[in-house]
Nanobody, 124 residues
């Protein structure tokens, strides 16, 4: 079955960095656009970044532009999110999703598969 497993979350001070990974199995990874979403307590899941199948286009939420970088390694079936300049408002559970569309969606409903998520906590 399809599995998406996130890792790399943790507790970090404001201004620090983290690198998240999402290891995929059970699906043809290179045929899927991939995205990162996050959910803070009491809030809805929100879009962070997404990337096309062959990495030729990436998309970012305005709140993370210039600080976060999404990338993928299709040979390793792995998606990444490099997060720099972290702020307390970046705190949340970060989840990766797989979207069979050519252009990745910007809303959670457009993704067919999800991981369980990894907690990111940024202290002030």
């Amino acid at each position: 079955q399809v599995q998406l497993v996130e890792s790399g979350g943790g507790l970090v001070q404001a201004g620090g960095s983290l690198r998240l990974s999402c290891a995929a199995s059970g699906l043809p990874f290179s045929n899927y656009a991939m995205g990162w979403f996050r959910q803070a307590p009491g809030k809805e899941r929100e879009f962070v970044a997404c990337i096309r199948r062959n990495s030729d286009r990436t998309y970012y939420a305005d709140s993370v532009k210039g600080r976060f970088t999404i990338s993928r390694d299709n040979a390793k079936n792995t998606l990444y999110l490099q997060m720099n300049g972290l702020k307390p408002e970046d705190t949340g559970v970060y989840s990766c999703g797989a979207d069979s569309s050519y252009t990745p969606g910007l809303t959670p409903g457009e993704y067919q598969y999800w991981g369980q998520g990894t907690q990111v906590t940024v202290s002030s």
